[in-house]
């Protein structure tokens, strides 16, 4: 028994994201880390117990929400109403281009061992010195809020690559790498960047190549052909810790005040009184609980189309059952505008926790 | 002059969906239909006015927003400034397994041509009869809202078939019968649905298939397997038609009510005031604006994190500059309690047209 260490299910494969952000907060020496091939496996993990925790991914700076995530807590059919939220981990995504290196010879590129052979001749120089947009250096700061030129340029000769991999929410986050250096190469969505990764090593012809992390071009032999690819400075990704509402809840710290957390809910409204989810945000602002995100997916209810099911966060904790505190008097109040909600968990604010009080994201 | 027809760029490739609904708005006799590769692609034919008109999609009822559309209409770079959106169009959306028949002879199924020789042989009708849970007749109903089970079984042997073919968001929409018939084959995502029937066209093995529509089964040769295998009846796409600031907007007959019309509007709240996004939204309940919809995306202002651009579309027209209506009325007050907001158009409702005023589609 005291050699069984809990089991924590992540969205998987290895060096995926999502891994990376649970060993930065279980530690494998403590847990038993449990690769899933979807966030559906994860949750069902967890609310099957066979899991003491999950970790999915919620959000990303660049691309917005996950919507599977979002659909797995709207939970229409009932399977996971035992899920929590039990805390968030904010991860930077830092995207690589990564693949074999180029053997073009007649460009006097790079040698198949990587190492430039005259550098002023490099197709992929010349591609910048034609373009008049790429400085290569280009960083979103407030004088240039919203980028239009990728902050990056190839490390290497990327003549080569004919077809590219990775998970769809990577192609968004990295547009304007890809629009400028790969804009016509035949791109291929698969599970996760890490996948990709595995299908660019197993590529013999060497002309593939995968948008995805660093510690996956060292777990595959792969070269980074290009570093830091992503549109944005400060490009992250959320995830969720999950618990079943059964397992015991982590005491918070008196030392931190309830402002500094943030909670889930899930709420729908009558599609027949007007001004119904103007209201139900009413109530959150009445109790001077800020949200942090609203989301919006359509709710299946009853069979009909264009009904909605509603996420909000806000910041504050859920106290127990029958006492006070801000969030327990609102749920109450909304109750009563609302047609119903659910309380999906809540947890220590990381991003205030990092930025020692900051006001960084909060909506209002 | 007289024979040059005016130019509308839609999501293509033909057959798609888009083309559908592109095709039921404008006739090919009076419009030129020019297909496009991205739906970026078709804002650039509207902004640059290459095409009077363009036709994108928007919103799916089962898998909701599509973001692409939502980021082009957040326009963070300042290219589509000029983008209305001027009509939308409801299709229903009713997805089929198209490909090949199977050739497997030794379980006595369908023969190449197609004719099954012993029906109650057939290994899908065992599959069908061994499992309780698969009546191939269950009909989400008020009785039945959230269906967990297919509401179809294939119309031919699938035993055959190891991969799939799709438009990511079509998986999402045909969730049961994948999981139900096809749980294990690979899937691969392309870049539309009709693409996806043209590349099962191309293979000559004969084991693949395509999520699809039953026009593209025609146009590309192939057998529909399965017919509406999407999880929901009423699965319908919605899809905007886009039009430059500068043309002439078409005058609503005086005869329709401008609580018949829906508008839709971006605004970005501050940060630092708490409940500016409740605050937005009274201002709509107080011009008694119901809303049908809201989204919201990354703002990716000021290249900060966890800031985002809201969306909403509310029940009401907007007038001309300086003249009063409830709309107008709302976007001014709107002003004073949100950072800044674009008014993204207003065009007739047609799911009250088509549902003869009744209340359908509103959210509150």
Redesign the interface.
């Known amino acids: 028994m005291a050699d069984t260490k809990p089991v924590v299910a992540f969205l998987g494969p290895k060096a995926s994201y999502t891994h990376q952000a649970t060993v930065s907060s279980f530690p494998e020496k403590e847990y038993d880390l449990q690769p899933q091939t979807s966030i559906e496996d994860v949750f069902a993990a967890v609310q099957s117990g066979t899991a003491s925790h999950g970790v999915v991914p919620f959000e ?5 929400s996950v ?1 599977f995530t979002l ?1 797995l807590f709207a939970d ?2 009932g399977k996971y109403s035992d899920i929590l939220v039990e805390g968030e981990i904010y991860l930077p995504v830092r995207h690589c281009l990564l693949g074999h290196p180029s053997t073009n010879t007649n460009t006097n590129t790079t040698s198949r061992s990587g190492s430039p052979t005259k550098r002023t001749d490099l197709p992929w120089r010349r591609l910048q010195n034609d373009s008049p947009n790429i400085s290569g250096a280009v960083t ?3 004088a ?5 030129k990728p902050k990056t340029a190839p490390a290497q000769d990327i003549t080569h690559i004919k077809k590219l991999y990775s998970h ?1 929410q990577a192609w ?1 986050q990295c547009h304007l790498f890809l629009s400028t250096y790969l804009k016509s190469t035949e791109r ?2 698969v599970s996760s960047t890490s996948k990709a990764a595995e299908l660019v090593a197993q590529d013999t012809t060497g002309t593939s190549a995968a948008i995805s992390s660093k510690i996956a071009a060292e777990m595959n032999g792969l070269s980074v052909l290009a570093e830091g690819i992503e549109d ?5 990704t959320r995830f969720f810790i999950l618990r079943h509402a059964a397992s015991p809840s982590p005491t918070p710290p008196p030392s931190i005040d309830p402002s500094h957390f943030k909670t889930l809910i899930s709420f729908t ?11 139900s ?2 109530v ?2 009445a109790h ?1 609980l ?9 709710s ?9 099911i ?1 996420f909000v966060e806000v910041m504050g904790r859920k106290e127990g059952e029958g006492e006070g505190g801000k969030v327990n008097e609102a749920l109450r109040e909304l109750g009563g505008v609302c047609r119903g909600w659910r309380w999906l968990g809540s947890w220590e604010n990381k ?1 205030l926790a990092e930025k020692n009080g900051g ?6």
């Open positions: 990303n700076s660049s691309n917005g919507v659909d229409r059919d979103p700061t407030q240039a809020p919203n980028p239009t769809p968004g291929q969505d944005r400075e400060g490009n992250s409204v009558s599609h027949t009184s007007p001004g119904a989810l103007a209201d945000l009413a959150f602002k001077d800020n949200l942090t995100s609203i989301n919006t997916r359509p299946g209810e009853g069979g009909r189309a264009w009904q909605y509603f991003l006001k960084n994201g909060e909506l209002k």
